[in-house]
């Protein structure tokens, strides 16, 4: 059964799908097992996948009728695993996704997870980025360096946003229209950046379905755990998966932490006797 206008959406949000890690890293990589397990579930189900673009696109379009079971499946950073492992599993259900690229890090390892101890997690090449494209997965932004775009002077939130969408759309050829703010951490002057360079979506986190009249530049994601059961990810998929209190409470979690994490910077940046280091 088709639906015009269906009100809400998942969007699901990856990051490494891999065998091991380390503790601190451990809630953003998924086991190989459980992804594919998960996209058995969808197929089996009846989902139908779309791009973020073209879930953006539908939306402003009402000729265009969506499956009543609509997924975005999306990964952040750019890992060499989601060629490995989750890409095969992907084609093998027709299933397409979007993933955010962070260009800086391409061909060598994710040094920006140092305090993670996640530094030598391996990213993909410039060549499998393209034959990524190639397999019909879209390919957006992530900023060059992963930074927290909230935290940066605004010149230097452009040259990360905007040089990330450069330097994808000269080595893919194509025109990049989606991004996503590293840690999910925006303000307004980085999502005006993020319209003014030219990307037509954007994703956060949120912790919530994306509704249909959501902002497409502060699109709601849901990260999907790596202890979840198949009964949790269901939950997920149909909105139910966290009570209206717990919702509430990552909410305003994160606003809190974003207050501090800012109250943090600016004592930081302005103690007396710091050295600057240009």
């Known amino acids: 059964m088709m639906s015009a206008s269906p009100r809400k959406v998942p969007i699901l949000m990856y990051h490494s799908i891999a065998h091991t890690t380390n503790s601190k890293f451990q809630p953003f990589v998924v086991s190989v097992e459980t992804f594919a397990e998960q996209m058995r579930y969808l197929h089996e189900q009846g989902y139908v996948s779309m791009s973020t673009t073209q879930y953006v696109h539908a939306r402003m379009d009402e000729k265009v009728p969506l499956p009543e079971r609509s997924v975005v499946i999306t990964f952040d950073d750019g890992f060499a695993d989601f060629l490995i492992h989750a890409l095969p599993v992907l084609q093998r259900y027709h299933f397409t996704a979007t993933l955010y690229i962070t260009t800086a890090f391409l061909g060598g390892t994710s040094r920006w997870l140092c305090r993670e101890g996640e530094a030598d997690r391996p990213m993909l090449t410039w060549g499998q980025v393209k034959e990524v494209q190639r397999a019909g997965i879209e390919c957006g932004g992530h900023t060059l360096h992963h930074p927290h775009l909230d935290l940066l002077p605004i010149a230097a ?105 800012r109250s943090l910077f600016f004592i930081t940046e302005h103690r007396p006797g710091r050295k600057l280091v240009g």
């Open 157 to 261: 939130v452009h040259d990360e946003v905007n040089g990330c969408k450069r330097v994808l759309e000269e080595r893919l050829g194509q025109e990049v229209k989606s991004f996503a703010y590293p840690f999910g951490y925006y303000t307004s002057q980085v999502r005006r950046i993020v319209q003014e360079v030219g990307y037509s979506s954007a994703c956060a986190v949120k912790h919530a379905m994306s509704s249909w009249s959501s902002d497409p530049l502060s699109l709601a994601r849901l990260m999907v755990k790596p202890g979840i059961s198949l009964e949790g990810f269901e939950r997920l998929l149909t909105g139910t998966g966290l009570s209206p209190v717990e919702a509430w409470y990552l909410h305003r979690r994160t606003d809190a932490w974003r207050i501090v994490r």
